[in-house]
Every structure is written in C-alpha cells, then in structure tokens.
C-alpha cells in the first residue's frame, strides 16, 4: 500500500483537469475539478463543502481530504480531451507531489506527461506494492500499458481497469446507450447502431489460423495484441470483437481464455464467469423450448381434441379469444378464422396437435456445466409421466441453436422472428414443427432481451472489446456476434478498425466467417489475418503428437528448418482459402521463446511465397501491444491494398453441390460421399424448404480433412457426410463430418480444485 | 406526446437545482445546474457550451437547447435536499412555462410545490399520452405516487422508476457500495455493512399470514403497500426485504410475482426475469456439484489408487504438491503430511477414494425451468459412461440448497465455510461426503461471489426494496436473505422500520423466520404483521374448495358472517403462534371489494380477541401507501409495546423432541410419528455430528395439519414423519411430511402464450 499526496497550487481558470480517486483497490470515487468554474462534483460524500466556501478555500479543502483519506492510494490525472491549448504539463506533474510513499511515482513525471497535448498520466497502486503502471496518450482513449507479472491472472489482476463508463464515454457512445454492470462490464444498446447507421464502416479484420495443435495457437492473443496496438501505438480507433467463453469447461481442463500474457481482456474472472448473464439467459430460454415440446408431447397423448382445445384456448371471463401466436399458427394451418367458436371438429384437430414424432426431435436440454453424466439420458421416469419416458441428451449450453441466433441476428425483430422459426422436431406426417407452434417465440424473446446488447470491456491497455455470444465452432459456426461487430464498425469510424476472431483453424472458422456470417450481415472484410506458429508448422511436417498437459517433444523446442518447411503446406493451403475469397492476408507468425531466427525468417518468406500479402513476427504475448506493431502496419497497409470479396457458392445451389465446393476447394477433397441418413436429410430439407441455407460443417478442426491424425495439405481423401441438421433459425444446415462432442466432461482432478476466493480481499485465484 | 419549455429566469445564487431531463422513455440524461458556481455537467453530449460563457449565456443556452431538443419530452425539478433555507417555490414553477402542450401540467403548480420547504415536483410524459404523475416528498427520498393503469404489469409499467443510483443515495448508500446494473436494478456491497457496523438496528417487521387459499392472500403485496406506507405517507425510513422468484413458473402457471396492483417492486419484467443473475449463479454452482460427484464415482470406478493419485496430485514441473483443498480433506482424515511422496498405500488410498455409495446421493441437479420431464431420469447412459448409469433427477433452482446457504449466511467468509460443508451423500461406510471433499468450495465461492451482494430495486412509490434470495418455503425455509435485512436495518436507522416477508402461513414461514433466520442472524424481531382475507377465512370456516383459475363458488362474494366467524379459529390460532415467540402481532386484513363492512368488522373484532395488538382493513392493492396507512400506525405503535423474544426449542434437544414442539404447539397435533426411514436417519445425522441443528419442517402449507384438506384449527392428529434429510451448509435438518414436488410443470397452455416483446418499444407484453 502507498499514499499520494496532491499539492496545492495555482491552476489556470480555464483549464479543467479530472482526477479519479482509487479507494483500495476499486476504481468507485470520481472528483471532478473544474478549475474553468471551480465545481467540485462528488459521487461519494466523503467530502463536505460549505456553500460559501471561495475557490481557494474549496481546492485546500479536496486537497486535504485526499490527503488525509487512508483510503485514497493512487488517482489519474486526466487532461481535457478537447481543449484547444497546449496543457502546462509541468504544472501538473508539479501537483503529483510523492511527499509520502514514491514507489513508481517518480517515472510519470514531465517524461509522458510531456508527449503530446493531450498527455494523461496513471498511478494506481495494487495491493501487492505499487506497480509502474503508466497511462500514455492515443488519439481520443486513454491506454494503460505495460506492468509485471508471471500468470495471466496475475498480470490481469496487476492492471486497473478504467471504469467502463469512461471507456464508453471515450469512444463516442452516450450514456443513454451505455447499461453500466458494475464498473468493468457494461451493455451496448442496439440504439447506437440506429443513431449512428449513415456513418461510414470502419476497416473489418478477422482474425483466423491455420490447422492448430490441440493446444491452440494463439488467435485471441493475437486479436487482442494486434488491436493493442493499432490503439495505444499506432493511435488507431479500433474494437476487437470476441466470443463469450463457456463457463462450464473453465471448471474443468481449461481454465479460461481471454487472450493471454500482455495481450488480453480485463478482468479476466469476469470474462470467465457469468459475465452479464448472456450465457444463463440462452440457458434458460433452450431449456423452456424443451419443456415445451415434452409438456405438449405429454399433454397430447393424455387429452381428446377437445379438452385440449378448451384449455388452449380458455374462457376468460365468458368469453374464448386466439392469442397472437394461435392466430400465427392458424394462419400457417390455412385456416382462416379469427372466432374460436367456429372451427369445425377437423379445424380443431389441426389446431390443437402438433402431433411431434418423439424420434425426430432435435432440441436438447443444455446446461453450461461440463456433465458427462448428461451426454445420454432417459426422462420422464417420475410416475407423473405415466411412463411417456424417451432417451434425451443434455448439451453444454454454447452448442444451443439460440447461441447461433444471437450471433447471427441484426436486431430485436430479427430476433424474434428467427427465435420463432427454430425446427425442434418433424410432426408425424413429416412437417417442420417450429418453436412458433409450441407458442414460446414471445417467451424466448423476453428471455434473451438483454443478452442481444453487446458486451463492453476492454482489453490490459484499455482498448475497447465486444465480448457478445460464443457459438460452436463446429456445429455453429463459430464466430461472434453480427451486432457486436457493426457497432464496433460505426463506433470506429472510417478510418478505424474492427478485429474480429472467428474460431478454429482458416478451413472453418474463416470459412463460415465468410459464407455465413458476412452473408447475413452484409460486411465486407478487409483483412484477414493468419496466425501460425513454428510449434504447430512442425506438427504438420511430421512432429510428433502434441497434446495439452503433456511436456513438448524436442523437435518444438529446437530447431529443425526441415520438419517446419514440410509443415508449412499447411500455411500455403489456409493462405489460399482466404485468397479465394478475394481478401488480402497478413500472416502473424506468434513466437514462442524457442523459435529460432531462421525457423522464423522461413515461415515468413514461405507465407508471402503462397502468396500473402505479408507475414510478421509477433510478441505481443510478453510484450502487448507494443510486440504487434509490425503486425498492426502490415494491417494498416494491407486495409488499404485492393480486395474483391466473394462468396465461395451460391445458396441456391443444391444442398450437395454447396457441400461438395466446400470439401473440393477448401479442404482438399476429391470428392464428398452421403451416408443414407444425409441423403435422407437433405431430401426432407429440401422439401420442408430449407435447401437454400448456407451449410455449416461440422468437421475436426485438427485436419484439413476427416481425420485429425492427417496433418499438413492431405490428399486422395472423400470427405462422409454421415448425417445433415438444420439449424433453421440460425439459418444454416450442418452436415456431420464426424461425431461431434457437445457435451464436454470433468477429468480426474478439475481446475476447480486450484480455484478459491479470498474471503477478504474478495481475489479470485487459481482461475488460470 | 408532449414538450415542456423552461423560461429563462434569474436564480438565487445560492440555491442548487437539479433538473433531469427525460429523453423518450427513459431516464438517461441528467443536466445538473448548480448555480452557486453555475456548474453545468451534461452526461450525455447534448448542449456544447462554451468556456467563455458568462452564466446568464450559459443558462441560456442550456434553456434554449432544452427547449428546442424534440427529445426532451418531460423534467424534474428537484430542490435541494439539504437547505436551511425555505425555498421561493414560486419563482420555480413559473420556470416551468407551459407554453406549448399543457396535459397534466397544470396540476403540478404551485399545489405540490409549495407543501413544504423540501418540495420536488415530476413531470414526465408516456408514449401513451401525458399522464399525471407526481412526485412528493418524504424525509429525504423522493416518491412516485399514484396513477392509473389496469393490469399489474400496466401499472408497473405507468411509473417510471428513479434512476437506482439516485435512490441508493438518498438511503445513505456511498457509491463505491453499489454497483449499478442498469437504470433500475443495482448490487449493493457487503461493505456497506462493515461501514454501518456500529449504527443501531431498525424495527424489524416480519409480514407472514394466516394459512392460506391456493390463490395466496396478499403477504408480498401488503409488505410493499406497508412500506409504501411507511415512506411516502409517514415519511419514515423504511425498506422492504423480499424473496427473489423463481423464473421458471413465471412461464408456468403464475406469471410472476412483484406485489400487485399499486403495491409493487418495479420494474415487475426484471424483478421477475434474470434480475441480476443470482438464481443463474445458483443453477450453475448446483450443477457443477452434481457433475462433480458422478464424475468422481466414474473416475474412481476406473482407476487404480496410484493412476488416482498421480492425477489428483499431479507432477508439475517435476513437483508434486497438495492443494490448499487436499490438505484440508488430508487433515480431515486425520494425515499430517504435507509432502505427496510420503504417504503410504493405506494413506493414499483413503486420500483418493471418497466411495460415494450412489443409492445415498441427496444432492440434485437444477434448473430454473418448468420441467416435468426431469423429475425422474436415468443418467449416464453414454458408452463413454462405461455402463455407469444410475436414477437421479432435477429439482427446480429455488430448491438447491445453495440457495438456502444464499438466504441464511452473513458474508462471504461465512458463505465459503457453508458452501464447504454441504454434505451431498454418504460413503460406503456411512461417513458423509461434502463438497469440500469433493474439491469444490472454491470454485462454489467463486461462482457465489456477486449473487451474495441483495439486489436493491424500488416499488412503484419510490420506496427502496432489496430482492435477495428465495429458498423454497417448505424443504427450505422460505425466507429472503440475512443480509439484505442486516445492510436494511443498518440504512433505516433506529427509528427506521425493515418490512420482511416470510414464505406461506405463520405455521411455516414465520416459525422458521423466528426459529431458524433469526437465530442465524442474531436480529431481534419487533412485530409480526399477520394478513388475513375474508376469503381465506371463510375457507377455513367451511366453505367450498378454491382453486386457481375457477370462479369463485358465491360464498365468497357474498356476505356471509357465520361461515366467516367459523374461519376466524385459523386466525386465532396463528396469532397464538406468533404470540408464544413474544412478538406483537398486527393482523392485516387485505380487503377485496366484494368484502362487506359487517365481515371486516368482524375479522378486527376476532383479532383482537385473539390478542392481537391491533387488527387493520388495508386496501393497498387499489391505493397503494395511502391504503396501508392504518396498518403502518398500526405497526409503528406495536413497535413501540413492550417484547420478549424467544425461540421456540433449544437446537441442543434431541431432533425427535425439537420436531415433536413444532408440531404439538404450532400445528396443535397431539403428537408425531416417525417412519422406520425417519428413524434411521435421525440415528444418522445424530451419529454424524448434525443432531444439534434447527428443523425446518416440510409441510403443506394449505392446512396446519399434514392433510391440505383439512382446514381452520384440525384437532387430534398425529403427525407422520416420513424422512428425514439434511441441508448441512445451509444448517438445518427438514423432516418430510408428506412428498414435496421440487420440480413443477407446464399447464396444456402455459402462460407463455400470452408473453411477448414489442421489438419496436421493447416492452414486456403478458407477463401478467
């Protein structure tokens, strides 16, 4: 712990200075002085003003309470964002006076306060001693830079995050949009697109790899270290947009991700937790759709048409009235009547059964919980049921087709609609029954109505970060929100830049990012930035196994050109995926502490051989933003190259055909086989009109191909299609290449074990 | 719609004025003038001013921007709080000049604002039109007092609520206490607690009833109206303590809970949606649980003690060590080691096998849904489960005990300890498996650590309400949190009252507020409010059945004092219950408008023979404060008389005596009797440490007897004790008295058919 003390002086009349007051370790109490009238704003009432008080009397009187307040450790200085004149910074510095504790003081002074004439400075102090931990100056955000620290909680925990409110402030939106959570998450409404949807877009980046190791290559880090630096180095407006992680595996194996080192989103126990309750509200609303459709289930099979009908639609005080979603389902039946008195007995009969054939149903339970005990089940076993039981499955909660709709959706009504065109099962005559004819559309849309504002946080530097749905990679498509994205792109401006991270290697994520999801938004990309690592180049050229929790073979740890020249098809491969497309790509080679100069040197020069627009080193890992410049200006210059954004197919193709363009000029394959079940599939979907969707692959992203075990560029291979699903609501069909885990388990020892909470500092430990 | 214009006028230089200025619908921008140092600070970006701006221009400009803004559909004028000075109330409503629309303005003049030296007026406008919606003043809040809306959610919707962060100042909240989440909900910190440590107590008021009709009989909404009452219409401090509903039934059968009528919390839609995530919190950290049991069971299944061991303890850089979990579980089972490689086989194999014995699982998975399918499952039916399967089910969230655990601890050290101790089955040979066995404490904590904070929200009046916790009131004890109302009586002051609502009827709730909350907590309890209904007595007196959604049989819409007088025995012998605990009790009688004079009269009149301190008519549900006025008078003097709390039974009594008390005095049975299975597990808990901890009785709370159909005061029954179970954590031991659902259902047509959100005003349609 340390104390500041703030000397009193002579402040120009016009100038106005801010200055955040730190109690312990929370950023709560702001006092504003504004010398230009001399107003003192107080949020806490920790000091009092007598009201005939002179300006003199008034500054002494906050001075000495700050002084004197044990609670007060640290505060900023931050100079007026618009003022037109050069800032006397020595006359601040000179106020920052360390007459007590001094600890990391001295380094702030005139040496950046000096930089420009929009100079900011920091001091915060954490309860471990007092970091250096300086604030420089961008063009309209205040950036916190670089501290020490070894785990990534630890350097998470080492840095203060500005209050959220600031931040949004700083990057142009109003209160009126902003719904504070606390003081380091807020919620963006969807009224900033629609102030600001005449102003241009900003450069759109997405952030892709190439085939990784099961340990992960780094693309967050590198979404958020290259957006670290366009912001505080290179003074850039930019957002990095982001997927909310499942909070059920970060008890088990993982333990959290958000970025890592230097380069990552603060605070990390908040972005690994409940975060603001989107996750929970998907939860709820899939599981209220899988109540529904047994309840009905049940419900049919224990009542006549007519008891059924009573209830449905009840005599409310003498009289029986439609709601709004009976009339829906009146209309789709064909049936043209608005009084309930007067359909006929067969009318009635349409109306009241959705006649769901139990063994279509698709819809699964989810929980956000890593319960392998749920992967199969058998429910309705209470006598209750009268023994109506069927085998069920429970689902981690990021694999419901909600989380799809959130992430694709472009608005309320969007929503809504979308939330009620979900197929949950086909009726016994083979027609799509939808969460519209079970009647909870209104329902699922009250339930995630909070959950479509996207997320603000900010990453160690205080760049701003959307953090909004988190879809499956490979039964979704795996990328963040649409909404997420186009505010971040009007919030920019023009010039400005959104990073974005779509999940999985080139060969889907990027894919999807492309066919899917710039499909429904309408963007249009500029960039795609690679991340490859000389670790998992070498696994394609023939390395050993890698696997999580296992020391690395020494073939990744010293050099070998040979094995990372074999290994680099794979780059060349997942260079020329994007290249179809028509964007320019930045490779971003995310070095490790063992990779040689030479390993280096050649995967940048094979990358610009396949045909990259560049490739770059990048330490942004240990150093934050600062190790992604080079990457952030070969962005900056490659935003500017030309580019001719395609779609790889066109939708109206046949669902085969689509299927069969992705494996053949993606993955590499020779050609696509159906098991009996897909073409079952495709022909009922394309009957029930589904076959003009985008497709969504379900595939290992360990491969190019079907099998994990293939590294590198496999050849000679037909990729099977053993069965198709229809997301309909999210608006995609995804065939199965292998079977997919959607419900993850708990190893021997979890990483619950490591984690706790101090009881009285009220720290999370242990979370990574 | 409407506008207002403001004049421009010359302000007394000493006085400070707040305006707030209403864009659309919500309360986002507030312009704050303070013209002693004419401080303009303007959250959103509106109005640019000038730094060289004389006063005069500045108030101009301010005015004019004002005017001309076709946002700004309406104002507060707010007079400061803390003035010696009597304010010139007419120089600031000439300044309100409506000089364009005129609806509803009139009536705000001089009338309001010249009632008292503190005077506050409120002029906002809905998109339906201009209502008159005023606001008076109490001590030091502002309230919302009555307007005019049909349906509870209409009602709710009429009153626009104050910004949370404006009422959590007027009750004396510092802002680095609260934490806002959104304009309408906020958390507040423990640390107000340990600040107000010292401060006195309020008058604790606990609201419970008689025993109640399926339809409930007003309990939450006389605790809102008799807090309204006590605010805005005695001007007293005053907060109302409620439980937080369960989300589930929302789109069940009930379609939620938030008082009712013009006594409730608002806003009703987040009230009874996510709130801020607390019931989520829960849902997720009872889960995690379950899938830690049944994942250990499988993992010790399948593994040697040496592969376990390895695993548990696992080599990390060549070094094994011990968890801060592992050696609490090591010094559990009596092992003194701290160095991994010194334990012996024996050792070990204690170490790494807990041997669950599956067939005593207590603990069940959750979820905050209507799911009637859950109530009994098989689990574990995967291949990848080997064949592992066993029956298990899911309960409703509210019934977790995490949620009792939420309700009754007072910090989060103590919350740890409790979320440790939970004892979730038993082993092999009868010791108890806990969580803290299981490893898992922490991670509880860590997913426990925000929901621990009470919700602060408001009820349409403007009174402060804290919405925290909601154990179900029959395996639970159905009481809101400890430490709402601990921060609630520290904020009130000693001349201040808490309002606190007890679960089902006094036999139930009440007993276990007395018996079980306040002995936990240590609080002392001032006066029982006891509502009673015409209605319900007249059940108790014989009347026909009543049940939800079926019209009322005539009896209970015409006078009828005979059958009346025969029902009034329930009340008697329910204020008797209160009385034997030593506490004043005050009967409310919640009027509906069929009750005659005659009936009302007579229900006082049996009251007070009863020995009731005082018996009141309330009509708070049709006016609000103003119609509980009789019942706070009422409640004020009882606070004032004479009391001598005490328990009911010592916890150090054998279980068998301490359940044979509750039934013999409370429920008037002539004794208990206790099932073989009972028998045993009292024998059980007593052996293992747990016979000294208080009952909580699982009973119907339809009758005082263990039969819901036998009404008013049954005679000569014995009541049977079926089980026995046992909440560790949360620290008590709950006889079954008949079989309790834990997990409702949906109807044939659940009330999600009427639910919807206007994607245009995004307003909540139906949840009422």
Partial sequence: MCSFLLKRMDWNESEQIIFYIFLSMSFKTKITFEYSHL????????????????????????????????????????????????????????????????????????????????GDCFIPCTP??????????????????????????????????????????????????????????????????????????????????????????????????????????????????????????TFGIKGGAAGGGYSQVIPMEEFNLHLTGDIHAITAASNLVAAAIDARIFHELTQTDQALYTRLVPLINGIRQFSDIQIRRLQKLGIRKMEPTTLTEEEMHKFVRLDIDPTTITWQRVLDTNDRFLRSITIGQSPTEKGFSRTAQFDITVASEIMAVLALTDGLEDMRRRLGRMVVASSKTGEPVTTDDLGVTGALTVLMKDAIKPNLMQTLEGTPVFVHAGPFANIAHGNSSVLADKIALKLVGQEGFVVTE????????????????????????????????????????????????????????????????????????????????????????NVFKTDTEAELDLVAQMAKEAGAFNAVKCTHWAEGGKGALALAQAVQRASQAPSHFKFLYNVELPVMDKIRIIAQQIYGADDIELFPEAEQKIILYTKQGFGNLPICMAKTHLSLSHDPERKGVPKGFVLPIRDVRASVGAGFLYPLIGTMSTMPGLPTRPCFYDIDLDPVTEEVNGLF
Same sequence: chains 1, 2.
């Avoid at 005939?52 to 500054?59: F, M, N, P, Q, Y």
């Avoid at 006359?91 to 504790?101: L, Q, R, S, Y």
């Fill in 39 to 118: 107003q003192i704003g107080i949020d806490a009432n920790h000091i009092k003003l007598p009201n005939t008080a002179t300006e003199a009397e008034v500054s002494d009187l906050c001075i000495t309470a700050l002084n004197e307040n044990p609670a007060v450790h640290g505060f900023i200085v931050q100079l007026p964002l618009d003022s037109n004149k050069p800032i006397n910074t020595e006359k601040i510095t000179n106020a920052v006076a360390p007459e007590k504790d001094v600890d990391g003081l001295s380094s702030i002074n005139a040496g950046k306060l000096s930089r420009g004439d929009l």
């Fill in 128 to 249: 471990k001693g007092c970091m250096e931990l300086i604030r420089q100056t961008g063009k309209e955000l205040t950036y916190l830079l670089k501290t020490n620290g070894s785990s990534d909680i630890e350097i998470s925990r080492s840095y203060m995050p500005k209050p959220i409110g600031q931040l949004a402030k700083e990057i142009g939106l109003i209160s009126e949009e902003v719904e504070l959570y606390g003081q380091t998450k807020a919620k963006v409404l969807l009224s900033a697109l629609k102030r600001l949807k005449d102003k241009p877009d900003g450069k759109y980046v997405v952030v892709t790899g190439i085939t990784p190791t099961p340990l992960g290559e780094g693309k967050s880090t590198t979404t958020m270290g290259l957006a670290q630096a366009l912001g505080a180095h290179l003074h850039q407006n930019v957002f990095a947009c982001v997927r909310q992680p499942s909070q059920g595996p």
């Fill in 502 to 589: 779509a999940g999985f290697g080139a060969d889907i994520g990027m894919e999807k990012f492309f066919n899917i999801k710039c499909r429904y938004s309408g963007l249009q990309p500029h960039v795609v930035v690679l991340v490859a690592t000389v670790r998992a180049l070498k696994m394609h050229g023939g390395g050993p196994t890698v696997s999580a929790g296992v020391p690395l073979p020494k073939e990744y740890t010293e050099e070998n050109l040979q094995l990372l020249a074999n290994g680099c098809s794979n780059l060349s491969k997942q260079i020329q995926n994007a290249r179809i497309f028509g964007i320019p790509v930045v490779v971003a080679v």
